[in-house]
């Protein structure tokens, strides 16, 4: 059976109490969602081709434009696509737990404003 959208947020979940203290505390408002497919809205305004496109998003104001948000503004949230992820674990090259791992590093990167290595980093430290 495959794993459920469940499954998926407790991988995701143990990847983040697996990140440094600093990054988990400021961690502590994001909503992390596991959603089987990124909506109608999200693909339009991310030009995807397919649904299958699109691992993981991070959405809101990464945490250098924190301070000037507008009232009523939403909390940031990181989401992880199952569906997704599941195809590119069937092809057999990571484990799952890895690949949400390296998913939700890289989001968890977006929220922070990090550059690509410095994500990399992260991610090292959390495996």
């Known amino acids: 059976m495959a794993p459920t959208l469940a499954d998926i947020e407790a991988l995701a979940q143990a990847a983040v109490e697996r990140l440094p203290l600093l990054f988990r505390q400021h961690l502590a408002s994001l909503i992390l969602r596991v ?4 909506d109608a809205e999200v693909m339009a305004d991310m030009a995807l081709e397919t ?26 949230m990181i989401f992880l696509y199952r569906r997704p992820l599941l195809d590119l674990w069937a092809e057999g090259e990571e484990s799952l737990e890895g690949l949400v791992t390296h998913v939700l590093v890289h989001e968890v990167g977006h929220h922070f404003g990090l550059s690509d290595d410095d994500m990399e980093a992260i991610e090292a430290a959390a495996q």
């Open 51 to 76: 649904p299958w496109d699109l691992l993981g998003l991070y959405w809101g104001r990464h945490v250098g434009l924190k301070g000037d948000e507008p009232s009523g503004a939403l909390p940031d």
């Open 35 to 38: 959603e089987d497919f990124p």
